[in-house]
C-alpha cells in the first residue's frame, strides 16, 4: 500500500510540474496541444460545414443545435447532434479508462492521439469510398468516428488539466484572455497562451473551411496527418510513450 501511495504522490508531483511548465508555449507539450487545438478547427468545419450543422469536438454547440431541432427551428436535424454526443461519451469513457490503465500521463497522451488518429483515417475512408451526405448512413457513421476520437482526446486532455488548453473549447479561455489583461486591470499573465489558443482554432476552421471547397476527403486526411505528425513529433521530443 505504501508503493502505491508513494507511486500516486510521485504522479502528481510530476503532474504539477508539467502543468506549471506548460505555461510556456514553447514547451513541447503546449505547442502538440496548440496543434490539436488547430486540428480540432479542421475537424468541426469537415462535420459541421462538409456533412451538416454538427459539431463533432464542440459539444457545447451541438447540446444548442439539438435545442433548436428537437424544437423545428431553421430546419435543423435531431438525429445528428444525438449521435455526436453519443459517439463523444463512449469517447470520454473510454479516454477515462486509459487514465486509470496507464501510469503515465505522457503514455496516456501518445495512446489517445493513436487512436484519434486512426479514427481520423477511418473517416476520411468512410468519405472517400461513399457518398457523404446529412442524414444517410454514410454522414452519421463519419460524425460518429469523429466525435468518437474528439471525446477519447478530450478526456485525456482533461486529465492533464493544462490552464487554457482544452484543445475543444474556448469559452474560459476567452474569458481569462479578457478578465487577466491589462486593459481591465489584470496582469496580463498567460495572454501569449490565450490568444495562441485562440488564434489556433480560428485559423483551423478557416483552413478546414477553405480545404473543403476541394473535398471533405481531404480535409480529414489532413486532420488525421495533424493528428499523428503530433504524436510523432511530441512522443520524440519527451522520450515517453
Known amino acids: 500500500m505504501s508503493s502505491i501511495n508513494a507511486r500516486r504522490d510521485s504522479d502528481l508531483a ?16 503546449t505547442r502538440a496541444l496548440l496543434l490539436l487545438t ?6 468541426d468545419a469537415a462535420s459541421y460545414l462538409g456533412i451538416g450543422h454538427v459539431f463533432a ?15 423545428g427551428a431553421g430546419g435543423l436535424p435531431v438525429l445528428a447532434p444525438l449521435v455526436s454526443l453519443g459517439a463523444f461519451l463512449l469517447g470520454a469513457g473510454t479516454g477515462g479508462v486509459l487514465a ?35 442524414g444517410a448512413i454514410a454522414g452519421d457513421a463519419v460524425i460518429a468516428l469523429l466525435a468518437l476520437g474528439m471525446g477519447v482526446r478530450n478526456s485525456t486532455v482533461r486529465k492533464l488539466a493544462i490552464p487554457d488548453l482544452t484543445t475543444t473549447v474556448l469559452t474560459m479561455t476567452l474569458t481569462g ?5 491589462r486593459l481591465f486591470g489584470g496582469t496580463g499573465a498567460g495572454t501569449v497562451r490565450r490568444s495562441t489558443a485562440v488564434g489556433s482554432m480560428l485559423l483551423g476552421a478557416f483552413t478546414g473551411a477553405l480545404l473543403l471547397k476541394s473535398s471533405l476527403v481531404l480535409v480529414l486526411s489532413v486532420a488525421a496527418v495533424l493528428a499523428g505528425g503530433t504524436l510523432l513529433t511530441y512522443h520524440t521530443l519527451t522520450g515517453d510513450g
Open 100 to 134: 486509470s490503465c496507464l501510469a503515465r500521463h505522457r503514455r496516456n497522451l501518445v495512446v489517445a492521439l493513436g487512436i484519434e488518429t486512426l479514427l481520423l483515417l477511418a473517416a476520411a475512408a468512410v468519405a472517400a469510398a461513399v457518398h457523404v451526405r446529412a
Open 57 to 71: 469536438a464542440n459539444m457545447t454547440g451541438n447540446i444548442v443545435l439539438l435545442g433548436f431541432g428537437l424544437a
Open 38 to 43: 488547430f486540428s480540432t478547427g479542421l475537424v
Open 177 to 181: 484572455l479578457a478578465a487577466e489583461s
Open 14 to 29: 510530476d503532474l504539477t510540474a508539467l502543468r506549471h511548465a506548460a505555461a510556456s508555449v514553447r514547451h513541447p507539450l
